[in-house]
């Protein structure tokens, strides 16, 4: 069974960089047939997309945050990381990581079939 | 970015009854490669979010057959058959046919 945990500091101070980390078991996130993402969710909201990873280390942003956004990744580890620079307020929220599922038995298929626990993350001096 | 636009927002049900979400998106989710990547996903209090359905209408691993997911193009429907109450919690719909990826705001399920 896969499973996915997040980590890393639960308060940042405002205009200083988000690190949070995503550590995968039970399965190889070097395997290719999934991306790794990251989601966030404001308290009481919704879900926002932030990005993804490959296994080759190719990524995908949110254009919201591209500017300020850093995804990689670290085989050697199983983890991969995400880095949010210049943060407010408005960054505070639950982060979560997912595995997206690009495909099986042939056919493409592009869902979020495993998620963390989520990690609140508040941006306050 | 597509746009999904969920309704109702709020759904109190009796147990035992019907429950119907509505998504719809602002573009058509077919993708390049002809498949439509329209995901249902379930929030109970204090979880993460849970896969439920897949392409518009695949149960994933472990989902009760009283979980259904349908629809085309750009207008998609959950239907849960009878609700129980393991069932509460909040469901968005999802596209991964086009970036950003997005959901919708969300439709809170709850029991009358």
């Known amino acids: 069974q896969v499973q996915l945990q997040e980590s890393g500091p639960g308060l940042v101070k405002p205009s200083q960089t988000l690190s949070l980390t995503c550590t995968v078991s039970?399965?190889?996130?070097?395997?290719?047939?999934?991306?790794w993402s990251w989601i966030r969710q404001p308290a009481g909201k919704g879900l926002e997309w932030i990005g993804r990873?490959?296994?080759?280390?190719?990524?995908n942003y949110n254009p919201s945050l591209k500017s300020r956004v850093t995804i990689s990744v670290d085989t050697s580890k199983n983890q991969f990381s995400l880095k949010l620079s210049s943060v407010t307020a408005a960054d505070t929220a639950v982060y979560y990581c997912?595995?997206?599922?690009?495909?099986?038995?042939?056919?493409?298929?592009?869902?979020?079939?495993?998620w963390g626990q989520g990690t609140l993350v508040t941006v306050s001096s | 970015d597509i746009v999904m636009t969920q309704t109702p927002l709020s759904s109190p049900v009796t147990l035992g009854q019907p429950a119907s979400i509505s998504c719809r998106s602002s573009q058509s989710l077919v993708h390049s490669d002809g498949n439509t990547y329209l995901s249902w996903l379930q929030q109970r209090p204090g979880q993460p979010p849970r896969l439920l359905i897949y392409?518009?209408?695949n149960r994933f691993s472990g989902v009760p057959d009283r979980f259904s997911g349908s629809g085309a193009g750009t207008d998609f429907t959950l239907k849960i058959s009878r609700v129980e109450a393991e069932d509460v919690g909040v469901y968005y719909c999802?596209?991964?046919?086009?970036?950003?990826?997005?959901f919708g705001q969300g439709t809170k399920l709850e029991i009358k």
């Open positions: 999802t596209q991964a046919t086009q970036f950003p990826y997005t």
């Open positions: 990873i490959y296994t080759s280390g190719s990524t």
């Open positions: 039970g399965g190889s996130i070097s395997s290719g047939s999934y991306y």
């Open positions: 997912a595995r997206l599922t690009l495909g099986h038995y042939g056919e493409n298929a592009y869902y979020f079939d495993y």
């Open positions: 392409k518009i209408s």
